[in-house]
């Protein structure tokens, strides 16, 4: 009699361990998922699909864009010595060029040796007390930003950001 008493109060406890070890993996499996989903979000991939249309079909937007912006291009570094005395300076510099559709214009791709070649001149004339506050560089986007309309023969471009900015 007594073994069945041990049987009978084992019994429960197991069922109750059971239970419990269920509830607890139930539970770590939803913090797990939460967890993934909210990091999903956080990158923004929750809507690959949208974005993967986007940058294939031009009329949806494609190349290189924000939302509700214009479309981004980036541009190959820029090196240039600067025109200081000693002739010692010089600038590196990372642009994107962000235009005022959501379509990089067809001309873009065609006139960028000449967009080089004018950025290149533009670099090439400042000099280190120009470039290196940051309403300098302001000024300095500004006159790319002119100077690439100017090689685009329309107002096109909107803005450009710099990505890398070293003058040594």
């Known amino acids: ?10 019994a429960p406890a197991k069922q109750r361990g059971g239970i419990m ?19 999903a979000w956080r990158l923004g991939l929750g809507n690959v699909g949208q974005r993967a249309d ?4 031009p009329a ?15 541009m190959d570094p820029f090196i240039a010595n600067l025109s200081d ?30 967009a080089r070649d004018m950025l290149l001149t533009l670099f090439s004339s400042k ?20 100077r690439l309309n100017t090689v685009l023969n329309q107002d096109a471009v909107k803005a450009v950001y710099f990505t890398e900015f070293i003058v040594q």
Not at 22 to 36: D, E, K, S
């Open 60 to 74: 949806r937007g494609g190349g290189r864009r924000l939302a509700g912006d214009g479309a981004l291009e980036p």
């Open 127 to 146: 000099n280190f007390a120009e470039v290196r506050t940051p309403q300098g560089k302001a000024v300095l986007r500004e006159e790319i930003v002119n």
């Open 21 to 39: 070890h269920a509830i607890a993996l139930g539970c770590a499996l939803a913090l797990a998922l939460g967890g993934i989903g909210a990091a």
């Open 85 to 114: 005395d000693d002739g010692h300076r010089y600038l590196k510099a990372t642009i994107q060029v962000e235009f005022y559709d959501s379509v990089v214009p067809p001309e873009f791709h065609g006139r960028l040796p000449q």
């Open 1 to 10: 009699m007594a073994d069945e008493d041990k049987a009978q109060d084992t």
């Open 54 to 57: 986007a940058a294939i079909d």
